[in-house]
C-alpha cells in the first residue's frame, strides 16, 4: 500500500497517474536459486497491514466457487492492440502491496527456480514462451512505482488478493487510471490467494461483476500453487499478441462453461441425493445419528 502518497493525493488532478504502490525495480539483477528474496518483500508486509485505503470499503458476501473467466466478456472487447506488436510482449502486474504480484511474476516466469532473467534494463523478468504453437518473448514487470502514465506495456495485470476487499477496491481504482492514460492497453483483472478459502473477502461474483464493468478479464489464481497461472500466461500473451484470449476455436463462453458445468459441490449435493431414497433405512439411520450426535456429553447415546 502507498505510504509515500497519501490516499487523498490520488483524487487530485495532477497526481492522478501517480500510483505509489508500484515500484520498478532498479537493480538489474538476476535472481539464483541461492539469491534470497529482494528486500521489498521483507519490508512491505507492514505497509501492507497499514493500509487505510477505505474509501470503498463494504461487507463481504458469501464465497462463491471460484469461476475463472467473465461471462460477460466476449471475445472482441479485450482486444484493443491492431496488429501484432513487433519486440518483447511486455506484461506488467500491478496492485496494492502484498496481493501477491512478485509470487504471481515468479511463478509466470517459470523462475520456481530462481532461474529467470531480467531484461538488459533490469526492469522485468523475460522469458521465451510457446502459447498456440507460436513463441514469443514476454517481459514481465513485477511493480511499477513511477507514473502510470509512463507505463508502455501491452498488456495489464492488475492484481488483488480475495482475502483483501480494500486491495480489490485498489484495482478498480487503478482501471481508472489506465482506461485514463492508456485506453487502448488490455486488462486483466486476477483475484489471487483463491487457496485461502476461509479468509476469503471478495467473491468471484462481485469480482466478475467489477471486470464486466469494465470490460476486460478476470481470473481467479492462487500464485503460491501455481493454480491458474498458466491460463492466465496464456490469455495474457494472446492478449499482448491482440489476439482473442481464449484458445483458437473457443469463445468465451466455452470458457465460461456457462450452462454447461456443475459445481462439485452441486453434483456432489445430486449423487448423494439420489442415494438416499434407494436407501431410506440409512437415511434413518442418518437422521438418529444427526440428532443423537448434537450431545457431546452423552456419548451413550450413540
Ligand atoms: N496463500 C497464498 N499466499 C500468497 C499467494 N501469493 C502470494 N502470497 C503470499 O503473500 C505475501 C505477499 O506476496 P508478494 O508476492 O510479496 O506480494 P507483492 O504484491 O509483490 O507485495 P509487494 O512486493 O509488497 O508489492 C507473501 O507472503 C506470499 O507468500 C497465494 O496465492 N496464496
Known amino acids: 500500500m502507498p505510504t509515500d502518497v497519501p490516499e487523498d493525493r490520488l483524487s487530485n488532478d495532477e497526481n492522478a497517474t501517480k500510483c505509489d504502490n508500484m515500484t520498478l525495480s532498479s537493480t538489474p539483477t538476476v535472481r539464483r536459486g541461492s539469491t534470497p528474496l529482494p528486500i521489498k518483500h521483507l519490508l512491505r508486509r507492514e505497509e501492507a497491514v497499514h493500509d487505510d485505503c477505505d474509501w470503498m470499503s463494504g461487507a463481504a458476501g458469501p464465497s462463491a466457487s471460484p469461476i475463472s473467466f467473465s461471462s ?31 509470487s504471481l511474476a515468479i511463478a509466470l516466469a517459470g523462475d520456481m527456480d530462481r532461474t529467470a532473467s531480467v531484461d538488459s534494463d533490469g526492469e522485468g523478468y523475460v522469458r521465451v514462451v510457446d502459447v498456440d504453437d507460436e513463441e514469443s518473448t514476454i517481459i514481465i514487470y513485477d511493480n511499477w512505482r513511477q507514473d502510470l502514465s509512463a507505463l508502455q506495456c501491452e498488456v495489464c495485470v492488475l492484481v488483488f488478493s480475495v482475502t483483501d476487499r480494500r486491495s480489490f477496491h485498489r484495482t478498480a481504482q487503478l482501471r481508472l487510471l489506465l482506461r485514463e492514460t492508456q485506453p487502448q492497453t488490455p486488462i486483466i483483472l486476477v483475484g489471487n490467494k483463491s487457496d485461502l478459502v476461509r479468509t476469503r473477502e471478495v467473491t468471484s461474483q462481485e469480482a466478475m461483476s467489477s471486470a464486466a464493468l469494465y470490460n476486460c478479464l478476470y481470473l481467479e489464481i492462487s500464485a503460491s500453487l501455481d493454480h491458474r497461472t498458466p491460463e492466465l500466461l496464456e490469455c495474457a500473451v494472446r492478449l499482448a499478441r491482440g489476439q482473442p484470449p481464449w484458445p483458437p476455436g473457443t469463445s468465451a463462453e466455452d470458457m465460461t462453461g456457462v450452462g454447461q458445468r456443475e459445481s462439485i459441490t452441486s453434483r456432489a449435493k445430486r ?8 436407501y431410506p433405512r440409512e437415511r434413518e439411520v442418518g437422521k438418529f445419528l444427526r440428532q443423537k450426535s448434537r450431545s457431546c456429553h452423552d456419548l451413550g447415546a450413540l
Request: hydrophobic share 40%.
Open 271 to 278: 449423487f448423494l441425493s439420489s442415494l438416499v431414497p434407494r
Open 72 to 102: 460477460a466478456l466476449d471475445n472482441t472487447s479485450t482486444v484493443a492492440v491492431e496488429g501484432r506488436p513487433e519486440g518483447p510482449l511486455r506484461i506488467a502486474l500491478l496492485g496494492q502491496n502484498g496481493v501477491g504480484k512478485s
